[in-house]
């Protein structure tokens, strides 16, 4: 095939893996620098960041840092954001629980427990409706926009606002590693998507890496960029052979290249790692016959290392739905209620899953995010300690709990809260006692390179809260899901179609409960409103809905409160500024 390329701006020294077992099949366009039509970003403001002046090359250099010991300190840093993770799993990782002793961990939540707009707001510090980003897929109504996937992140400018690109003005080197967002894809004969600004090196896993092996990515090699194939193996092909072209296992040799080459480097560099551990396969048949739906590495898998399979830290017999605090309960007493307490049609009327799926996934995601779990392992080993190694996910997972059957997209703890484990140069070892969000890991990252988060972004820098574990500045977290009705999302093969029974929602979650509000039928004109609230002081996860209890009133009313303030910030989008008031209520008190 004829090669067609052309420069990009940043051209890092790049050498081809002997390691990677990969087939270069053609060279395509290059590196599109620069932003969208978004237009210029905005001048920034101080927050608790420190400053930053442009220079004449259009760089950004960072001012001597103040108050704070960590801002402007410019660590390295590698973040892994792991795929549909759930808590459960955390027990069973040795590399994350040496993370965790070695470093801060939190109580941390998603904007919405979706992947595409989850991730979309991670890089821009931005709720869901800033970004425009509200769904998986970029389908909409006729003579709409994109409602979501890359289409929509590209399209309203989210690629100007992404915290890699600020990075990289202020003198940062970066990479990325693994799945980017959904649709963003390539296929034999399709025309190469562009390779978005703000990364000097590119290495993306296109969409048939979700069933682990058989799929394309992308790489920089002299400036240029690369579409490399990564054949499937023979069924009949050994263990050991299939687990070299793991998508794990490649997204973890470009992720140690990029380590490796940043060795000796002046700058300091920033590294994106994203597994699609450990969210299921897509495709309804997997690479080959009788593959399980989360398809975990051989090594892991029963006889393999291990005869059980490998769960990490625990048996895999031992994980059990005791494990899944609210599996079994009945749905029946989580349906909505409407402002005076009558019941609605409850949303989710599928069968509950049988004990023995429940338990079955559950073990085989374990296995999976073994690979993961080498991985954070392999990256702490090869860094050195002026990095910062930080472990979270775009969202969580239900396995059954609260009669769901599996998946994300509900404002539920099982999908809603996710590690974030963070340990580097003077981090001092500890839980903080700070709430936090994911749209303040872009602020994050920028008070640490030293220069000013812009104004349009709505998270706040966590680093008072790394400086003082006691500090809790924040007790309650905002979620603002859109419904996916298009039936467009790599779930569907196995969750039946749950995704598009969740309604559109907003809602607050505080130390003390959970209230939402649904949006019962998003088809018709205004809103069909449907309540829910827990009490976490009743109980520790969402046994029921308590909404009309006299005893929660209050509670309810204020959470309703800040909810409805929420709701007018919901107008703010794009580039323009999060204004005071809203930061006020999003940010710490």
């Known amino acids: 095939m004829a090669e067609r390329t052309r420069r990009p701006t940043r051209q890092p020294n790049r050498r081809p893996s002997a390691r990677r077992y990969a087939v270069v099949l053609t060279l395509v366009a290059a590196l599109v620098a620069g932003a969208c039509s978004a237009g210029p970003e905005p001048e920034p403001v101080a927050e608790r960041t420190v400053s930053a002046a442009p220079t004449p090359s259009g760089t950004l250099t960072p001012e001597p840092p103040r108050r704070q010991a960590l801002a402007g300190t410019r660590p390295n840093v590698v973040m892994v954001l792991m795929d549909d993770f759930s808590m459960d799993l955390l027990p069973t990782m040795a590399a994350a629980r040496r993370l965790a002793r070695r470093g801060a961990t939190f109580d941390h939540f998603v904007v919405d427990s979706l992947c595409c707009v989850s991730r979309a707001s991670l890089m821009t510090g931005q709720f869901p409706h800033q970004t425009g980003v509200l769904t998986n897929s970029a389908r909409s109504a006729p003579g709409a926009g994109p409602a979501g996937g890359w289409a929509a992140y590209r399209d309203y400018g989210n690629d100007a606002r992404t915290v890699s690109l600020r990075l990289q003005k202020a003198g940062y080197t970066t990479g990325f590693v693994g799945k980017y967002l959904n649709e963003y894809e390539y296929n034999p004969g399709w025309k190469v998507p562009p390779v978005p600004p703000g990364w000097d090196q590119f290495n993306v896993l296109f969409g048939s890496a979700y069933d682990g092996w058989g799929f394309d990515s992308l790489d920089v090699v002299d400036g240029q960029v690369v579409v490399r194939n990564h054949p499937l193996p023979p069924a009949s092909a050994p263990a050991a052979e299939k687990d070299a072209v793991y ?238 009705t298009v039936g467009d999302d790599p779930d569907l093969a196995f969750t039946g179609g749950e995704l598009q029974r969740i309604p559109t929602y907003l809602a607050v979650r505080s130390r003390t409960g959970l209230l939402i509000r649904n949006d019962l039928d998003p088809r018709a004109a205004g809103r069909q409103v449907g309540w829910e609230f827990y009490s976490y002081a009743d109980h520790p996860w969402e046994r029921r809905n308590a909404y009309a209890a006299p005893r929660h009133a209050a509670e309810v009313a204020a959470l309703q409160r800040r909810l409805e303030a929420f709701d007018d910030c919901r107008s703010i989008i794009r580039n323009q500024r999060w204004p005071k008031r809203c930061r006020d209520l999003t940010g710490p008190q």
């Open 247 to 484: 998508a794990g296992q490649v997204i973890e040799d470009y992720a140690l290249d990029f380590i490796a080459e940043r060795s000796g480097d002046d700058d300091p560099w920033f590294l994106q790692v994203n597994p699609f551990a450990p969210h299921n396969r897509v495709n309804a048949e997997g690479a080959w016959p009788g593959e399980p739906v989360f398809p975990a590495a051989f090594r892991d898998r029963p006889g393999g290392t291990k005869r059980g399979g490998n769960c990490g830290r625990v048996r895999c017999a031992d994980l059990t739905v005791a494990d899944l605090p609210g599996y079994g309960d009945d749905s029946r007493d989580n349906t909505p209620v409407r402002a005076d307490g009558r019941r609605t049609r409850a949303w989710n009327d599928r069968a509950p899953m049988r004990r023995g799926v429940a338990e079955q996934r559950l073990r085989d995601r374990a296995r999976m995010v073994q690979s993961v779990d080498r991985t954070l392992a392999r990256i702490m080993k090869a860094v050195d300690d002026d990095t910062v190694v930080v472990l979270t996910s775009d969202n969580g997972f239900h396995l059954g709990q609260n009669g769901l059957w599996a998946g994300k997209g509900t404002a539920y703890d099982t999908d809603l809260r996710v590690p974030l484990l963070m340990a580097g140069p003077g981090i001092e070892p500890g839980p903080r006692a700070e709430w936090t969000s994911n749209i303040d890991l872009a602020p994050t990252l920028e008070d640490w390179a030293g220069i000013r988060s812009p104004r349009h972004r709505a998270g706040t820098s966590l680093l008072p809260a790394l400086e003082d574990p006691e500090l809790a500045a924040r007790d309650h977290v905002f979620v603002d899901h859109t419904t996916d």
